[in-house]
Structures are given as structure tokens and as C-alpha cells.
């Protein structure tokens, strides 16, 4: 995860080599990131595969609640990214959906 100082915005995306994007990030001519640079990196964590490294890319962005963000780069929700899949895909348990419900609804 970039996040923009002069812009205090984030941009959060997937990438082998975290140093390497922000370096692309902070130099290429157009774009969205063009207009907010410099870039910093503030938030990375590894996964085994590209389809978690997805699936936890796409969380953080249904949060759309900078709040969220910013408690997961302080090391507050990491764990919702390892254990938690999105509220209401198939295969949840009634009872352990409505406790994740009351959890998020705590943390915005």
C-alpha cells in the first residue's frame, strides 16, 4: 500500500516486488498516481499465492473506510486478511457472519 503526503490518499494495489512499484509509481508520466507523488510505502504483506494476494487486495478495498486503512497499516486488522473472508460468500456460518457483522460495524 502507497500512500501520498501531499495528497493524503492511498492507493492500494498487489506486487512482487513492493520497492519497484512505488519506484514506477513515484516516475511515470500519467495516470492517477502522476498527479499525487510523491509516494510512500506504508503497508505490505506477503502472501502465498496471487489469488490470496487478490482476495485480500479486494477486502481492503470493499472497506472504502479510511479508518480501516489506516488501523490496518497500525497492525490493528491484519487478521481479517488471513482468516475472514468477505461478509456474505458462500460457505459462511449464520452465526459467525453476524459476529463479523457486529466486529465491523464496531471498527467504522
Do not use: C
Amino acid at each position: 500500500m502507497l500512500h501520498s503526503e501531499s495528497a493524503d490518499r492511498y492507493y492500494i494495489g498487489i506486487s512482487s516486488d513492493p520497492e519497484r512499484r512505488r519506484h514506477f509509481h513515484n516516475t511515470i508520466e500519467k495516470g492517477f498516481t502522476s498527479r499525487y507523488r510523491p509516494w510512500s510505502l506504508v503497508y505490505v504483506k506477503e502472501y502465498s499465492s496471487k489469488t490470496d494476494a487478490h482476495a485480500a487486495e479486494s477486502k481492503v478495498k470493499n472497506w472504502k473506510s479510511r479508518k480501516m486503512i489506516e488501523r490496518l497499516i497500525a497492525g490493528e486488522l491484519w487478521i481479517f486478511l488471513i482468516y475472514f473472508p468477505p461478509l456474505g460468500t458462500i460457505g459462511h456460518v449464520a452465526g459467525l457472519t453476524m459476529e463479523l457483522q457486529a466486529v465491523q460495524k464496531l471498527l467504522y
